[in-house]
């Protein structure tokens, strides 16, 4: 091992500067977090406080629960775009095999409890499994399969609700997605496992690995014998699941089932994924920036209604947030390719 | 050619270097208008980037360039058009979703005087064009639905077409059929009537002493001969491009190598009748335990596709595949791998992954074998570690980012992540390409000592040396057949490429 201390300390012989700059996608995020917190805490007095700490965790929580598949998808250079619709109609089909009250006028299944989570879930996976085919089998491009399956969710959604709100879930699903424990909201305690889940899985399992070196050189795992597709349809159906996971406990978080209720987070989903740094290339970064990107958005959205700012900028201000991730992130790639040669 | 005509083109004392290496050391040509001339040498020997000053590709180069006794220094391939030069590189560069008439007057359709392109005009003009060369397709025909042979034909006629008095053509031949040669030949003979110089360059040295009116022959970035073609010979052409005695570092397989006497081990595998569209026609043989087979012939003779298809990438339209006497159709990489077939691919790029450790890279392969579900990342270094002692791979860290080695030592761990659990059939494309002496002989006692271990292997490789370098059996593949097969009997980098 001593050839590897000597190699270390060769690397930081090198200079700082190029280690800095290898390191940017990871670095450029944290310091982007820092920044928009110190802004909040000097622009506002109450937003660095526990309370809205919290507050912070809580809004975060839906979107990280789907960030945690759709950073499988990018880190494999895809893209899912059906995350909002598949959570929305696995929100809206759990909901749909509840019994609801008797003035929601919805012609609906009442099933078990645990039957209709069992169900709602099963329903995702076949989306995703559909996303996986059209990507590996029929060989569409993630862009457009997964550009498609958002339509079909959104209509599968639209079939069963009829433009009606349902309001009942399961009571699991009740308690998962608006209970507390402790003082601690369970959505933020299932987000929390989620993404240190998925951070095992992509750090310490074979399949992880896979993950990595698909996105990192898709032609070299070929070549390496790697079964490709099964690693790219598998992201897919981790991804619709995890959308899925994100529907039923937002329904819940929520209050109510209905159509378009998660437009929001497919944007938002994305965002957390590249402005915490997961290269759009493939094969580098994972959960531990997606937590960053979350932070970064969570931080921006719940600061700027402390500060007093017209509600209508906040928009412009979230998508210029958003270019400046993308810009680093291209630049980060370009770095990294440069440093390698 | 005529006593007394002046050079269309004169190139005096051109010297190029790549990154310290000589490309080309101080090369004088002269071409004559109404003149085919033909270019022959190895690869690397310095033909193609000769042509590539001459159409403006490299810029930076020291030696005088005259177009009509007039020095000249082209910035850009533009300048080169300018002047009348234009060339058709080896690999295809058509627009396939096009159509064929768009793809004729490419840079220059006609217009009306509001700017929009006249659809008929282009068309009958793009017809009348092809007409010419023997052509007889529909201009409005989408140009990736015809054959490749085709798609290249037109390509040349475009160039030849455009205006150009000057046209190189680099190895035009590879992917056409016998009567499209032909056709391309005559196309070529009727233009130098007309006065343009034609520069063409072949492997095919049969082509080019059929067309050309003069030979040049490159060797280590020097021209080592001009001759008209009518007083030279097949022999006399190959001599002068490898030389003889001359490369005294390395082997020069200029004389004769005994081949051993075939092994009768067991057949690990055995091709049967392989045949995939225009790359490869009928292709049958079998590679045995403890025998390295070579395969040669020249670019794009279907080597690649070759090697893909034995490693599950690729699928032939025919034709049957055994391992071990088992009948294999591979469904994906990871079925070939399975079954016991590795793949070392020509290019490193598409083998390695440049921005990981060394020790992922070795344990990529084999990562099924030593976890199920978690990985256990000290076992992968020690098997890793243990491959970068057996190979001297340098600097033997196995947590260095891939990128930081050496071509020569990534070439190693491309091969050290088959050898920790060997496959039945290890295939070796170009596997010392781009390698220096030392490194070169160090693969090759590798797979050597692969053999003794009783793999199969089968390297297949563009270059005669390598080719003779490793293997005990060698076939010669020739557009897309095999066309002789050597054993148990003297061969010779002439032998070869006589054959190929």
Not at chain 1, 277 to 297: A, K, M
Not at chain 2, 292 to 304: A, E, N, R, S, T
Request: net charge neutral; proline share 4%.
């Amino acid at each position: 091992m001593s050839s590897e201390t000597a190699l270390a300390t060769g690397q930081r012989a090198r200079g700082l500067a190029p280690f800095l700059r290898s390191q940017m996608r990871n670095i450029a995020p944290f310091l982007t977090l820092i920044f928009l917190s110190a802004f909040f805490a000097f622009a506002s007095p109450s937003f660095a406080t526990l309370d809205n700490l919290g507050n912070i965790l809580t809004q975060v929580s839906v979107t990280g629960i789907i960030a945690v598949g759709l950073t499988f998808v990018i880190l494999c250079a895809e893209i899912d775009l059906s995350i909002a619709s598949i959570a929305n109609v696995t929100g809206i089909a759990v909901a749909y095999f509840t019994l609801q009250e008797s003035y929601v006028n919805i012609a609906n299944i009442p099933l078990p409890g645990a039957v209709a989570i069992i169900l709602s879930i099963l329903l995702c996976a076949l989306l995703g499994l559909v996303n996986a085919l059209g990507l590996t089998v029929i060989g569409i491009p993630s862009f457009i399969m997964t550009l498609a399956m958002m339509q079909i969710a959104a209509g599968i959604s639209a079939l069963l609700v009829r433009g009606q709100i349902a309001y009942k879930v399961p009571s699991l699903i009740t308690t998962l997605g608006s209970g507390s424990i402790g003082g601690i909201p369970w959505i933020v305690i299932v987000a929390a496992i989620m993404l240190l889940g998925g951070h095992l899985v992509l750090t310490y399992t074979r399949f992880g690995r896979y993950v990595y070196m698909v996105g990192g050189n898709r032609e070299a795992a070929e070549y390496s014998g790697l079964n490709v597709k099964l690693i790219l349809g598998a992201v897919m159906v981790i991804s619709a699941v995890c959308s899925g996971i994100g529907g039923m406990l937002g329904v819940a978080h929520f209050g109510s089932a209905q159509q378009n209720e998660f437009d929001t987070y497919l944007l938002d989903s994305i965002a957390a994924v590249v402005v915490g740094g997961t290269s759009l290339f493939g094969g580098r970064g994972g959960i531990g920036n997606t937590i960053v990107g979350l932070f970064v958005l969570g931080v921006l959205n719940n600061g700027l209604d402390h500060v007093n700012i017209d509600s209508f900028l906040k928009i412009l201000i979230r998508g210029l947030i958003l270019l400046a991730a993308l810009v680093i992130n291209v630049y980060a790639q370009r770095l990294r390719e440069k440093a390698a040669e | 050619m005529t006593a007394g005509q002046q050079p269309i083109l004169e190139l005096q004392g051109i010297t190029k270097s790549f990154g310290g290496v000589e490309a080309l050391r101080g090369v004088d040509f002269a071409l004559y208008p109404g003149e085919i001339h033909g270019l022959v040498g190895e690869n690397g020997a310095g033909k193609s980037t000769l042509m590539k000053i001459i159409a403006g590709v490299h810029t930076e180069f020291s030696g005088r360039f005259l177009v009509d006794s007039r020095e000249m220094h082209f910035r850009s391939a533009r300048d080169a058009h300018a002047a009348g030069i234009a060339m058709v590189h080896q690999e295809l560069s058509v627009a396939p979703d096009l159509t064929v008439a768009e793809n004729v007057s490419l840079g220059n359709q006609p217009t009306n005087a509001l700017g929009l392109v006249q659809w008929r005009r282009m068309a009958r003009e793009a017809g009348e064009q092809l007409a010419r060369f023997g052509i007889d397709v529909d201009p409005m025909a989408r140009l990736g639905d015809l054959p490749i042979g085709l798609q290249q034909l037109i390509e040349i006629a475009r160039v030849l077409f455009s205006g150009a008095r000057i046209v190189i053509l680099d190895e035009p031949t590879s992917a056409l059929s016998p009567p499209e040669v032909e056709r391309l030949f005559a196309t070529l003979r009727r233009l130098r009537e007309e006065g343009t110089a034609i520069v063409f360059i072949s492997h095919f040295i049969e082509d080019i002493l059929l067309v050309s009116d003069t030979v040049t022959v490159f060797r280590n970035g020097r021209k080592v001969a001009e001759t008209a073609s009518a007083a030279t010979s097949k022999g006399a052409l190959i001599e002068a491009m490898i030389g003889r005695g001359g490369e005294a570092l390395e082997h020069s397989y200029t004389d004769d190598l005994m081949l051993p006497q075939p092994s009768d081990s067991s057949v690990v595998l055995r091709v049967d009748q392989l045949s995939l569209s225009r790359s490869l026609q009928d292709v049958s043989f079998e590679a045995r335990a403890g025998e390295v087979l070579g395969i040669y012939g020249f670019m794009g003779c279907g080597q690649q596709e070759l090697s893909r298809i034995l490693f599950g990438k690729l699928k032939p339209d025919s034709g049957t595949l055994a391992v071990d006497g088992t009948r294999k159709t591979f469904a994906s990489t990871a079925a070939a791998r399975r079954a016991g077939v590795a793949l070392v691919p020509e290019s490193r790029r598409d083998m390695l992954f440049h921005q990981e450790p060394v020790y992922k890279n070795i344990s990529i392969s084999i990562l099924d074998r030593i976890s199920a579900l978690l990985l256990k990342p000290a076992q992968e270094r020690d098997i890793a570690k243990r491959q970068v002692d057996q190979l001297q791979i340098r600097p033997p860290v196995v947590g260095l980012d891939l990128g930081m080695l050496s071509g020569g030592n990534q070439q190693k761990v491309a091969l050290a992540k088959w050898l920790t659990y060997p496959p039945k059939l290890l295939v070796l494309c170009e596997p010392t390409r781009g390698m220096d002496v030392g490194a070169k002989n160090d693969v090759i006692n590798i797979v050597r000592d692969l053999r003794t271990k009783g793999l199969a292997i089968i390297v297949l490789s563009t270059e005669p040396e390598t080719v003779l370098s490793l293997a005990d059996r060698i076939l010669v593949l020739k557009r897309g057949a095999l066309v002789r097969e050597f054993k148990n009997e003297p061969v010779s980098k002439d032998r070869l490429l006589e054959a190929a």
